[in-house]
């Protein structure tokens, strides 16, 4: 096993280098317009001072947590004057921001709770997201109408949280925060916002509805850490329940003082802020001028030149001629999204600008660095009480609908356990071509749960693992319609800790629930719905499979309220396309895909 694993470990990173992607650390080299040191406040004499200050009083370190001994004045003072700062009632000290959202997320969004989280948001929020015991759902980019969507179809969660940075640290845009706000205000949620690439060069935002804020010491500010503000309440129960907190050594108190002498500064001289705003402004202006378009509005300037090879060479040139540009590349940016991450400062001389600009744009010249029109795809999803309920058939049935009414339809099965092919059975019910199958992405030959097939073969299946290959097989067919089937029941096990509903978490789209339409049937299904709704999964339509079976009809018709509720007879002679057309031309299912509410999806 020891030869083994260091083998395997080896072959991963030679993949990772096949892809371009492998990273290795360089150390800093020309005109600086890679770090986020906006204000310049980096290496400022009087925060050096504030430091070797505390260094002779406090020494270096705090041996211990702020609960055991590890809290100092430094930190106190700190945090009173970042809570100033942005007009919070009270604030705490992390070690980092990644800790500090990490301690949101993980001691307010609980079970029961929903989680709204802009897709681009920071890894540190996604991470906090996935430890949190709250369910999670992802709206498209400062998309308000997909959040309002998904807000009014959660009103059964105890309580909701939209989670947003104020600025993005890839594409350099801002949050309508204003507009997020109302939407919360609206519909009962509350907001969270990341200000680590916005505080101390935006005025810092202020709403009833602004739950809790994260300012990040190591950005604008020159430093590290990172700071939680808001209620004295709130403040209260991190310290007591952020775990991120209470289990890691306290800051330096070194880093707490230097903290808090940035903090003055950044208020006594605004002027450092419109100097970085005015030089992000020029170098946009100038490769304008030369047909090269850029991101964002804000200090973080991006130029997308789309290959990773293209991105890196460009970066090299770059830093042959004395700037010091790095290129951001995938898992951190999208496929195809490679870019030039170039970042303003308020020292950065017109000069150092203008010469810049003059070697990048004829590096930078046809490529398209526009965002792309959105994708107009859309998947609905078809999922269990248990299995053999007929989900198939329904998924044969719906591929069908579609095609009625819409452009390239495409059946998707990610896992299939058991040697029978879900994928050939709809593609001879629905009539599919071979040429436009998909195959899953994971096979398992034991027809089981998908942990228990995996067990057998010696494998494991995860969430991310199958989400990421799904997110692959997206990206090949653009542009379609997606009746996507799930492996078995709702909260069928994928392994020990993950099942089936946390991947339709991750799809974020709408779905149809199947159903036994007999004795038993009754339980399954509402148990199923339940576990739907406080998972934030929208349910469509509910399809019951059998014999009919009117009492069952009629109590769960009684119970659902306006759900759609359709029978679907076990056929006599068995399932064909024509049985399918046949039902279909007494019932209409085109509400499931031309229904405004269902949103572009995203993953």
Not at 115 to 141: P, Q, T
Not at 271 to 288: C, M, T
Not at 365 to 380: H, M, Y
Request: charged share 20%; with cysteine; glycine share 6%.
């Amino acid at each position: 096993m020891k030869e083994k694993l260091p083998h395997e470990i080896q072959g991963e990173l030679a993949s990772w280098e096949a892809a371009g992607l492998k990273r290795v650390m360089e150390p800093p080299k020309g005109i600086d317009f890679t770090t986020n040191d906006y204000l310049g406040l980096s290496g400022d004499s009087r925060i050096r001072d504030a430091a070797a200050q505390a260094l002779s009083k406090f020494g270096p370190g705090a041996p211990a947590s702020r609960l055991l001994r590890g809290h100092l004045p430094p930190h106190e003072n700190a945090e009173k004057k970042a809570a100033d700062w942005c007009g919070d009632e009270s604030a705490l000290l992390f070690s980092s921001g990644w800790q500090a959202n990490q301690a949101i997320l993980s001691s307010f969004a609980q079970k029961g709770d929903i989680v709204f989280s802009d897709e681009l948001n920071h890894a540190s929020l996604i991470d906090g997201c996935r430890i949190s015991d709250a369910s999670v759902r992802v709206f498209l980019h400062n998309n308000l109408q997909d959040l309002e969507r998904q807000l009014s179809t959660s009103t059964c969660a105890r309580r909701r949280f939209v989670v947003v940075e104020h600025v993005y640290s890839m594409d350099g845009d801002l949050a309508p925060l204003e507009e997020l706000a109302s939407l919360c205000e609206l519909h009962d949620a509350w907001l969270i916002v990341d200000e680590a690439h916005a505080a101390g060069l935006y005025p810092f935002f202020q709403h009833d509805r602004l739950f809790l804020r994260m300012i990040t010491g190591g950005k604008a500010l020159g430093l590290g850490g990172g700071f939680v503000c808001g209620s004295k309440t709130a403040i209260d129960l991190l310290i007591n329940r952020g775990r991120s907190f209470v289990f890691t050594t306290a800051s330096s108190p070194v880093t707490a003082s230097a903290l808090s002498k940035a903090i003055e500064l950044v208020q006594a001289e605004p002027e450092r802020a419109e100097a970085a705003h005015r030089a992000a402004k020029k170098l946009r202006d100038g490769l304008s001028e030369q047909g090269i378009e850029t991101r964002g509005s804000s200090p973080i300037v991006p130029v997308v030149l789309r290959s990773e090879s293209r991105a890196l060479k460009v970066a090299q040139t770059l830093q042959n001629a004395g700037f010091d540009i790095r290129a951001i590349r995938p898992p951190t940016v999208p496929a195809g999204t490679s870019r030039l991450r170039i970042v303003c400062h308020a020292n950065h001389k017109d000069s150092d600008i203008e010469n810049l600009c003059s070697i990048l744009a004829p590096l930078a010249q046809g490529v398209d660095n526009s965002k792309p029109e959105p994708v107009t795809e859309r998947r609905l999803v078809v999922c269990g009480t248990d299995t053999d309920v007929g989900k198939t058939v329904v998924s044969a049935l719906l591929v069908r609908a579609a095609q009625n009414s819409c452009p390239s339809v495409r059946y998707f099965k990610p896992v299939q356990t058991g040697e029978d092919s879900d994928t050939q059975s709809v593609s001879e019910l629905a009539e599919l071509p071979e040429a436009e199958l998909v195959s899953p992405v994971v096979q398992l030959r034991l027809p089981a749960s998908v942990d228990q097939a995996a067990e057998a073969e010696r494998v494991s299946v995860t969430v991310e693992q199958v989400h990421l290959r799904m997110k692959k097989t997206f990206g090949a067919y653009p542009n379609h319609h997606w009746i996507v089937e799930t492996a078995g029941g709702l909260l069928v096990p994928f392994n020990r800790m993950e099942d089936q509903s946390q991947l339709l978490q991750r799809l974020n789209a709408p779905g149809v629930l199947v159903a036994r339409s007999g004795l038993g049937t009754l339980n399954h299904t509402l148990l199923s719905l339940e576990a739907a709704r406080s998972r934030g999964i929208e349910i469509r339509a509910l399809f019951l499979v059998g014999e009919e079976h009117s009492a069952n009809f009629n109590t769960l018709n009684n119970r659902l309220g306006t759900l759609p509720i359709f029978q679907l007879p076990h056929f006599v002679g068995g399932p064909s396309t024509a049985r399918l057309d046949s039902w279909l031309e007494n019932n209409s299912l085109e509400f499931l895909f031309h229904d405004n509410r269902l949103a572009e999806a995203r993953l």
